[in-house]
């Protein structure tokens, strides 16, 4: 794009309520579609703790991204959207400089993100900014096996200390490069966020106290998914967390259970066991930032 001295320039600023038919339009042609970030839009506009940016061109809103704070010290950037027509125009880089400024003046601990295997200007992006890659995830799933299992008992409150205590030092937790997972973000489990799960009774102890399951409910495509967050266990009893993780979905009435799961010979073989399938065709890649000052 050639500029004049009377061209529009790209300017980033913080999102208003105005810049949302502007987004709804353009999320229109992302991932066929099918965009997430319509139906979140007005919640990430009454966040106040992180910072919603959008990229304004000749009056318009024509990118978008989000940083949000996940639990102390723990930020994640999310939603990079460029609309279509105007890619080539440095516009996610733009946004991407402007949102790590941000977190840079007003944020602490580290900052991490996930982006495709396959988008490589992102990772040189990311890694300019100061990013390491923690490493991979993919990923899988399995259908609900509808057999009797009493594995799992909900975990309760007065032992919330124990069981974050637990996940901490879970050698399973390190196949995960040390982070739970609450769809498509990833932080290291602290106490608050464990507490969260409790409170819905979606935090278990497996087999007496020999691992730990946290989970959610996902939906894709119509389909009721268990969402497995945190799987915290002896490397070695995985497979079976795995399995018995497939007959507590049927328990609680889901289709299927998933797992994004660490990229590695250990823990693709206890998928493997446990009777999961890859859904991605590419894997996702994490970065992490600290805090230079606040870290």
Request: glycine share 8%; hydrophobic share 40%.
């Amino acid at each position: 794009m050639s500029q004049t001295f009377s061209s529009p320039v790209v300017v980033c600023r913080p999102a208003l309520p105005r810049d949302t038919a502007d987004v709804v339009q353009f999320c229109k042609f992302i991932w066929d579609g099918h965009d997430y970030v319509p139906y979140v839009w007005p919640e990430w506009l009454a966040d106040s703790r992180g910072q919603l940016v959008v990229a304004e061109y000749a009056g318009h809103a024509v990118g978008l991204a989000k940083v949000t704070w996940l639990a102390s010290g723990q930020w994640w950037l999310e939603g990079f959207r460029v609309d279509p027509q105007f890619q080539g125009f440095k516009i996610g880089t733009h946004i991407n400089q402007y949102l790590n400024d941000w977190w840079l003046a007003h944020g602490d601990g580290v900052v991490r993100l996930m982006t495709g295997s396959e988008r490589v200007q992102v990772h040189h992006l990311s890694e300019k900014l100061g990013y390491t890659r923690i490493g991979f995830v993919e990923k899988h799933s399995a259908t609900a096996l509808a057999q009797a299992s009493d594995a799992f008992r909900p975990v309760k409150a007065g032992e919330l200390p124990q069981a974050v205590a637990f996940a901490r030092h879970s050698r399973s937790l390190t196949l995960s490069h040390g982070l739970m997972d609450l769809g498509w973000q990833f932080l290291a489990p602290d106490e608050p966020t464990l507490a969260g799960f409790v409170e819905q009774t979606h935090l278990w102890w497996w087999r007496g106290k020999g691992g730990l399951l946290a989970a959610q409910e996902d939906e894709d495509a119509g389909q009721r998914s268990l969402y497995l967050c945190l799987l915290a266990c002896q490397t070695g009893a995985l497979p079976d967390l795995l399995q018995d993780a497939r007959r507590l979905a049927a328990q609680l009435d889901y289709q299927s259970a998933c797992w994004v799961a660490p990229q590695g010979q250990m823990a693709l073989e206890a998928l493997k066991q446990a009777g999961y399938e890859l859904e991605w065709d590419h894997p996702g890649v994490l970065y992490q930032r600290p805090h230079p000052v606040r870290g």
